[in-house]
T-cell receptor, first 115, second 110 residues
Framework: KAGVTQTPRYLIKTRGQQVTLSCSPI?????VSWYQQTPGQGLQFLFE???????NKGNFPGRFSGRQFSNSRSEMNVSTLELGDSALYLC??????????????FGSGTQLSVL | QQQVKQSPQSLIVQKGGISIINCAYE??????FPWYQQFPGKGPALLIA?????SEKKEGRFTISFNKSAKQFSLHIMDSQPGDSATYFC?????????FGTGTRLKVLA
């Protein structure tokens, strides 16, 4: 069974641009969540989707948005990029995302650099 | 606002030694406490997890100790090996999301 696939692996953008990251969950997984990883800050929760509905959102500005498609694939978008958005963006999938006892499977992430 | 505090930030241990990483949480509604291991260039992978109705869980060389009254939990790695060198994250779960600690970079010297 294929793991969580994130594309692209690396991205370089300039301030003010927007970017879209893609995540394909493990087959059969319906919950997809996104995390931002920066040195010293650990993993910060962005949002979680299940059956195309956003069920929870972290404390990030509205420039960060996401969506999930009927096949459970997900995208996240960051508009008007800022230097501070440079980070590793991780996608994780799980069966139904109810958290308790449910294992998260992470992709290798998209490394975004904003110049 | 960091709801899960993790320490130390970095740790160097000799091969065969015990590595100990500690985490403390505030929200008593958390109901699941996993530890994730991350190697460079890879996403985090679940290592071991515990529920708050259990005080200890052991899987091979990895043990979680959980103190519900103190709202603390820790990861012990026995007989640490160079292959254990990685970043470790504790986490706590609430509705539809995980709160992660800031990570501990472990280096095991050969």
């Amino acid at each position: 069974k294929a793991g969580v696939t994130q594309t692209p692996r690396y991205l370089i953008k300039t301030r003010g641009q927007q970017v879209t990251l893609s995540c394909s969950p493990i087959s059969g997984h319906r919950s997809v969540s996104w995390y931002q990883q920066t040195p010293g800050q650990g993993l910060q929760f962005l949002f979680e989707y299940f059956s195309e509905t956003q069920r929870n959102k972290g404390n990030f500005p509205g420039r960060f948005s996401g969506r999930q498609f009927s096949n459970s694939r997900s995208e996240m978008n960051v508009s008007t990029l800022e230097l501070g958005d440079s980070a590793l963006y991780l996608c994780a999938s799980s069966l139904v995302g109810t958290a308790t006892n449910e294992k998260l499977f992470f992709g290798s992430g998209t490394q975004l650099s904003v110049l | 606002q960091q709801q899960v505090k993790q320490s130390p930030q970095s740790l160097i241990v000799q091969k065969g030694g015990i590595s100990i990483i500690n985490c403390a949480y505030e929200n008593t509604a958390f109901d699941y406490f996993p530890w994730y291991q991350q190697f460079p260039g890879k996403g985090p992978a679940l290592l071991i997890a515990i529920r708050p109705d259990v005080s200890e869980k052991k899987e091979g060389r990895f043990t979680i100790s959980f103190n519900k009254s103190a709202k603390q939990f820790s990861l012990h790695i026995m007989d640490s090996q160079p292959g254990d060198s990685a970043t470790y994250f504790c986490a706590a779960s609430e509705t539809y999301k995980y709160i992660f600690g800031t990570g501990t970079r472990l280096k095991v010297l050969a």
